[in-house]
């Protein structure tokens, strides 16, 4: 007797699986006025970076802040100074793909920065009093919740490898340079 003889039953089982996905690249400008008026810019960066996960609508939303450094020189290039600011910013990541049999009220929401903040460029803006800056940033999000997976089950419990013929060495003549290295 083989495997699909036998009648066939199937069973509901309750896990807990990633339901939703979602990626963004962005890119955001930020202007930071220094006590100075900046002559030069010398650097620009982007540190303590700290954020969270919230589900909202559609998709998720990173709520995070950074500080953003900027090392500049002013009085005609003959001092220098750093201008310190604590930016909060709110990015909302849709979900392309989401399970929709998931139990929403079982919803954990988890998120990565798959490119920190970065600033890309820093210029002195049009009026001499400011420095615009944009920044560069990327979040990968899931969503985890419940939901049911439906499986075949076959009468007989245990008994069914009897059935089944396993040949051993089978894959004796197989390549293994064909196995895919991400088993």
């Known amino acids: 007797m083989t495997i699909a003889d036998k009648q066939l039953q199937r069973r509901e089982i ?6 939703g996905k979602g990626r963004k690249f962005s890119t ?4 930071v006025t220094p006590p100075h008026n900046p002559t030069s810019i010398l ?11 919230v ?7 990173v709520i995070g802040t950074y500080d953003i450094n900027i090392w500049y020189s002013y009085n005609k ?10 930016l909060s910013y709110v990015e909302h990541v849709p979900l392309s793909y989401i399970d929709p049999r998931h139990r ?12 920190e903040p970065n600033c890309i460029e820093a210029n002195i803006s049009a009026n001499g009093s400011s420095v615009v800056l944009r920044v560069e940033r ?21 008994d069914w490898e009897k059935d089944v013929d396993f040949h051993d060495g089978d894959f004796d003549d197989l390549d293994p340079d064909l196995l895919d290295d991400e088993l």
């Not at 990327?138 to 245990?158: H, N, Q, R, Y």
Request: proline content about 1%; charged content about 25%.
């Open 14 to 19: 309750l896990t807990k699986a990633v339901c």
């Open 28 to 31: 955001v400008t930020h202007t």
């Open 43 to 53: 650097g620009a960066w982007i540190i303590n970076h700290q954020y969270e996960a």
């Open 55 to 61: 589900r909202s609508g559609d998709g998720i939303e």
């Open 77 to 86: 290039n003959s001092q220098t100074d750093v201008a310190k600011e604590t």
């Open 104 to 115: 929403a009220s079982t919803e954990e929401v988890t998120a990565e920065s798959t490119q």
């Open 138 to 158: 990327e979040f990968s999000v899931e969503m985890i919740a419940e939901t049911k997976l439906f499986v075949a089950v076959f009468p007989g419990g245990d």
